[in-house]
């Protein structure tokens, strides 16, 4: 029986590998802990017939486990872990007249698993799959009777399979969590040993090569920003976004700068490591910060509100630059979709639906800035 399990565990090895479209296999290390529930169904019952006996005993639910391994990326969809994980649990009793009963139950399991990657996005990964185990069982028996101790032990090999389903947390480009739900089968040649049950892990990986991971938490790939109404430039993402405003943030309007009323309207920002793509969604917020400005003037000025910008010319060669800008992105957002299998390599082809999709609401954006613009300075000019 043994054999043929190691058979099977390299089987599925070589079905892995052979499913890899890249030459070079990615590799991560993970470790993990979690929480089980164990079958032990001659334990139990032994447990519950002492009891009846008068015996005061602990009952047997379940145990935490600890483990660690290697996951090998074989493909973009495909993952195969070789883990080995320590499981343990003990349970103790006491009756009258000095007699008492102290039970450890251990295994070293060796676990091969082979996961598909069936949905992702920028921060999640979502797998299901299922794996081989192997179980090298110990159990050491403690029984004291009439004040008499006695310690015996025995071994036995059991093997397994457990299908699984799993979350990864992206955290960076080289840390990620993982989160797992399995329901494991178990035999073993010693029928005392049956660890089958539920099992629920947590872990963190850390990749050892690259991995292909976005920049996950420190930086998803795909933003959707609404700034605050105060003071812009709080972050790492609002300092950057900022420091494309300088053009029209040299105007005042009102008692706040153009920048802060830039700050008020959601801004699409793409962080998706494509330089031309990142440069194409800031020039459309800064067309669509330009539209912002001015609709403030209209608005302080129909209001009777004080105004505070250095030269209407200045504002109006704005409006007309952003304009022509408007109409130059609309084509850019084209370009920019035609483009997009070529620009995202395999790995980032998840991306390519949401980009898409902030492409072509960018492009709408545009259009409509490209027919405001005139009106909001025809209504300027009437002023």
Not at 144 to 155: D, E, I, L, N
Not at 265 to 277: F, V
Not at 287 to 294: D, I
Request: glycine letters at 10%; a negative charge; proline letters at 2%.
């Amino acid at each position: 029986m043994m054999k043929r399990t190691v058979v099977a565990l390299l089987v599925m090895v070589l079905l892995g590998l052979s499913s890899s479209s890249e030459a070079r296999i990615r590799v991560e290390l993970n470790a993990h802990a979690g929480t089980n529930t164990y079958a032990f169904p001659d334990i139990k019952d032994d447990i519950e017939h002492k009891k009846t006996m008068g015996w005061t005993i602990d009952d047997l639910d379940g145990g935490m486990s600890f483990g660690g391994g290697l996951r090998f990326f074989l493909s973009d969809h495909f993952i195969y872990g070789l883990y080995f994980r320590s499981l343990a649990v003990d349970y103790k009793g006491e009756f009258t007249g000095n007699n008492s009963i102290e039970r450890k139950l251990a295994a070293n399991n060796v676990e091969s698993l082979l996961l598909y990657n069936f949905y992702r996005t920028d921060m999640f990964r979502f797998y299901a799959g299922t794996g081989l185990d192997l179980y090298m069982n110990n159990v050491e028996t403690t029984l004291v009777t009439s004040g008499v101790s006695v310690t015996t032990s025995s071994t036995a090999n059991g093997y397994g399979f457990l299908p699984t389903l799993e979350v990864q947390f992206i955290i960076s480009s080289r840390f990620n969590m993982t989160f797992d739900a399995s329901y494991r089968y178990a035999t073993s040649s010693d029928d005392y040993f049956n660890w089958s049950g539920m099992a629920l892990n947590a872990g963190l990986s850390y990749c050892l090569t690259d991995c292909g991971y976005p920049d996950g938490l420190a930086g998803a790939s795909i933003w959707y920003s609404k700034k605050g109404s105060g003071g812009g430039g709080k972050s790492v993402r609002e300092k950057k976004l900022k420091s494309r405003y300088l053009e029209i943030g040299s105007i005042k309007v009102g008692s706040a700068d153009a920048t802060t009323i830039i700050g008020s309207e959601p801004i699409y920002y793409a962080r998706s490591g494509k330089e031309q793509y990142d440069q194409f969604f800031l020039d459309v917020a800064v067309v669509q910060g330009a539209v912002k400005v001015l609709e403030e003037v209209l608005r302080l000025m129909e209001t009777g509100g004080e105004l505070d910008f250095n030269d209407r010319g200045e504002l109006m060669s704005l409006m007309l630059r952003s304009e022509t800008s408007a109409r130059m992105l609309q084509g850019q957002a084209e370009d920019l979709k035609a483009e997009l299998s070529v620009h995202f390599i395999k790995r980032d082809a998840y991306m390519i639906p949401e980009v898409t999709r902030l492409l072509e609401e960018a492009k709408s954006s545009m259009q409509d800035a490209e027919t405001r613009i005139p009106q909001l300075v025809d209504q300027l000019s009437k002023q």
